[in-house]
């Protein structure tokens, strides 16, 4: 594809079991980070995930489920058992996790040119040593790549609340476009609202700061504008991987105007309104497709064209 930038994620992958009241539990490939990047790929980005998986069953599970997608993996060989997490779904589909999980992330050798965007964020940034390992990562990475950061903030593994801020906070100074949900930010700044949290994000160095309301919508701060896009009507199968769809579909669109990359830095600062509604759309449009149907399935470049027309231009 010739708009295509070589995409790294780095992060966790998750065995997610997911049970439902009243039905038998299902496992279906997880982790945030491979979530977005299984999404990249679906949408024809060429994209690299570096992660660590087991030599089990379902560690197979996950790198057969990456690859049907076309996902080049990387890993640091330790042979760790495969991340675990329930999925205890409520009556309205809305998920709540319990984790079983390492991240020990090691030195991996890259084969190939350096990347010309890095995505990264949730346990893989927040949960030590390998939260560690990532940092080193992005920091040597974003003199030549776009960085985007998602913080994804899962209370059970968080830790001391203030120096989960700490590390957040240094991940949002060092990336161009950061995504979180409303959640996230009241989980983080439980004094403050998600809006005012997300504009001082905005002023602190990212091009772009991105706040998810579910049903709500989203909402995308410049340092001096605010851009609202409404989530379109839709029957919600359940909540997994909605997220992390929403940041695939963020990526896709901005590489499509040019936006990532070293090159594409100066475009994004200052971001056009105008092409920054046409990223919110296809972002909440991805994620529209994602909770209609089970487990995080996020949707291919078709897919994503024809949710799109149930979108709302911005207001």
Request: proline fraction near 8%; hydrophobic fraction near 40%.
């Amino acid at each position: 594809m010739p708009d295509s930038p070589a995409l790294l994620v780095i992060g966790e992958c998750v065995a997610d079991i997911v049970r439902t009241p009243g039905a038998p539990d299902r496992t279906h490939p997880g982790g945030s980070p491979a979530n977005v990047a299984y999404g990249l790929a679906r949408l024809g980005r060429d994209t690299t995930l570096l992660t660590q998986l087991g030599p089990d069953a379902d560690g197979r599970l996950i790198r057969d489920h990456l690859a049907s997608a076309g996902v080049r993996v990387l890993t640091d060989g330790s042979g760790a058992p495969t991340a675990a997490a329930t999925v205890e779904l409520d009556d309205e589909g809305r998920a709540a996790y319990t984790f079983a999980i390492t991240w020990t992330l090691g030195h991996v050798d890259r084969p190939g040119e350096p990347p010309e965007h890095v995505h990264t964020g949730s346990v893989a940034t927040g949960l030590e040593p390998g939260a560690g390992t990532v940092l080193d990562l992005v920091e040597g990475l974003r003199a030549t790549a776009t960085v985007s950061y998602d913080p994804n903030v899962r209370p059970a593994l968080m830790g001391d609340r203030a120096h989960a801020v700490r590390r957040a906070e240094h991940f949002v100074a060092l990336s161009d476009v950061v995504k979180a949900s409303d959640e996230d930010l009241r989980r983080l700044y439980p004094g403050e609202t998600p809006q005012h949290a997300a504009a001082r994000w905005a002023r602190s160095g990212p091009a772009v700061v991105l706040l998810t309301m579910g049903a709500e919508g989203a909402l995308a701060f410049l340092p001096d504008t605010v851009v609202r896009v409404g989530a379109p009507p839709v029957r919600i199968e359940d909540t997994v991987g909605a997220g992390d769809a929403f940041m695939s579909g963020t990526l896709h669109a901005l590489a499509s105007h040019g936006l990532l990359g070293a090159r594409g830095r100066a475009r994004l600062r200052p971001l056009d309104p105008a092409v920054l509604g046409d990223v919110l759309r296809h972002a909440v449009a991805s994620a529209a497709v994602t909770v209609g149907r089970a487990g995080a399935l996020p949707p291919d470049r078709g897919e994503l064209a024809a949710a799109l027309t149930s979108v709302t231009a911005p207001g």
